[in-house]
């Protein structure tokens, strides 16, 4: 993993002052913010011990199956010191250029599902309905999940709507659009489909952004994803869509 050291020469903030100046901010603000924050390192250590998530298909044609393992977040990303952290929404563009800075990607539906059920600490959503693009709420929903895990530590799921990878976006001639799914009720049922209605900057509380690392284990081999999203047979292991041409934001 390319994670950078944290910037000492650079100003940044806990996550407690982070939300306090960005308070009253509109979301290009506050996404660049973030995003300097972040690619300066300023980030809790806990986000690099990235999780293994195994997954596999049977070749239709061949009748053997095909197992593949990659390596995932352990939350969402965040931001802050190790004592002063907080989950930080972002539009798919920031997310990009931190997921391209860290040798990572975003992931599909079909790889939030395997993330859900492969999870250790399952939380139920929490919507809220006031302000739902505000800073404010984004801090006030990450303490709500905070009193929820109480500590339990592990790859943790249901707390967020994934910002995530589809060819509809491409296919439905949603150039300027993000693509966003999940928020898995304890039942394992995602509240949210998946949606390419949302503009590109619409960011809310409940959007998360997820990385995975770029290389997959396929039969113990690595690939880059982008090779596994190209392969006919080998794409059903990463995606459950129709079209898979679409690799980034």
């Avoid at 298909?57 to 802050?80: C, E, N, Q, R």
């Avoid at 898995?184 to 995975?212: A, C, E, F, M």
Wanted: a neutral charge; aromatic letters at 12%.
């Amino acid at each position: 993993m390319n994670w950078p050291a944290r910037n000492s020469s650079v100003e940044t903030h806990g996550a407690t002052a982070f939300y306090e100046t960005v308070a009253a901010w509109k979301w290009r603000e506050r996404d660049s913010l973030a995003k300097q924050e972040i690619l300066n390192g300023n980030y809790p250590s806990f986000l690099k011990k990235f999780v293994n998530v195994h997954t596999s298909i049977t070749d239709s044609i061949t009748g053997k199956i095909i197992s593949a393992y990659y390596f995932v977040s352990p939350d969402y990303l965040s931001l802050g010191t190790d004592d002063d952290w907080a989950r930080i929404p972002l539009t798919p563009m920031a997310a990009q250029v931190i997921a391209d800075s860290f040798h990572c990607f975003l992931p599909t539906r079909k790889m939030v599902n395997d993330i859900y059920e492969q999870s250790i600490v399952k939380l139920a959503p929490v919507p809220m309905y006031a302000f739902r693009d505000s800073s404010v709420t984004m801090w006030q929903h990450h303490l709500i999940i905070e009193g929820q895990r109480k500590g339990r530590k592990g790859l943790i799921s249901g707390i967020k709507k994934d910002v995530v990878l589809s060819g509809k976006l491409i296919h439905d001639a949603k150039p300027n659009h993000e693509a966003i799914y999940g928020w898995h009720k304890l039942d394992g049922k995602p509240i949210q489909p998946l949606y390419t209605g949302h503009i590109n900057w619409w960011v809310d509380y409940s959007h998360g952004i997820r990385l995975v690392y770029r290389t997959i284990w396929v039969n113990g081999k690595p690939m880059d994803y982008t090779l596994v999203f190209r392969d006919p047979v080998l794409q059903k292991l990463l995606s459950d869509e129709e079209w898979n041409d679409f690799e980034r934001y």
